[in-house]
């Protein structure tokens, strides 16, 4: 797979979780690399239109996560730290304080204990699209992803009613907000070289329509 950066995710997870410190008094919920509407669109019209493969052999720990990324860190607690306002850690990584707002339904967390870290394209969706033909190190990258929009921090409740859900069928409850997921769904299967079925390219064709 041309596009995905193997050989170079240990560093570029590192420079993300620095980054992340850096600007953690003013961290943003915005994940990032996501493209405007009109590389959406592009991306969107590049993508592979299939029917879904099956789940019958899929295993969520064939998705290794969450993986080690400086020090204590994990990727979990590095997407705490960036999508957090104030956030302070713990010798261990572990936030002990911080403001979270989830964008998928507006709510608001003082804990990072009822924040899940939400897949954007669902592990068991990628398995569906083409990842049941990954080796182990390129599934393992994809659910730790940190240098694309694969990654956000929300309510527990939200990520849960989403499950493996794909925009066919689930949507964030915000509605402002959508038009963003819809960039994000694509920018993660446009990188990850993932397929579409037909209802799920419709529903990101109204999607990125109504930006």
């Known amino acids: 797979m041309s596009h995905l950066r193997l050989a170079t995710t240990t560093s570029a997870v590192a420079?993300?979780?620095?980054?992340?410190?850096a600007i953690a008094p003013s961290a943003s919920a915005t994940?990032?690399?996501?493209?405007?509407?009109?590389v959406a669109e592009s991306q969107l019209a590049s993508l592979s239109?299939?029917?879904?493969g099956s789940t019958d052999d899929y295993d969520r720990d064939d998705f290794p996560h969450w993986s080690p990324v400086e020090g204590n860190c994990n990727t979990r607690e590095t997407v705490l730290e960036?999508?957090?306002?104030?956030?302070?850690s713990g010798t261990d990584c572990y936030p002990t304080s911080g403001d979270w707002e989830s964008a998928y339904d507006g709510e608001t967390f003082t804990e990072?204990?009822?924040?899940?870290?939400?897949?954007?394209?669902?592990?068991?969706?990628?398995?569906?699209?083409?990842?049941?033909d990954w080796s182990e190190e390129q599934r393992e990258?994809?659910?730790?992803?940190?240098?694309?929009?694969?990654?956000?921090?929300?309510s527990a409740s939200s990520n849960r009613s989403k499950g493996d859900q794909d925009p066919a069928s689930w949507w964030p409850e915000e509605s402002d907000y959508r038009c963003?997921?819809?960039?994000?769904?694509?920018?993660?299967?446009?990188?990850w070289e993932l397929t579409l079925q037909h209802e799920e390219k419709a529903a990101?064709?109204?999607?990125?329509?109504?930006?």
């Open 15 to 21: 420079s993300a979780f620095a980054l992340s410190v």
């Open 31 to 38: 994940p990032p690399d996501i493209p405007s509407t009109e």
């Open 49 to 52: 239109v299939e029917a879904e």
């Open 82 to 88: 960036r999508d957090g306002e104030g956030v302070e």
């Open 112 to 132: 990072a204990g009822d924040l899940d870290i939400d897949h954007v394209v669902p592990l068991a969706e990628a398995w569906r699209s083409g990842a049941d």
């Open 141 to 154: 990258a994809f659910a730790n992803d940190l240098d694309g929009p694969q990654l956000i921090a929300v």
């Open 180 to 191: 963003t997921y819809a960039k994000m769904w694509i920018a993660t299967k446009h990188e």
């Open 204 to 211: 990101l064709t109204d999607g990125i329509a109504a930006c």
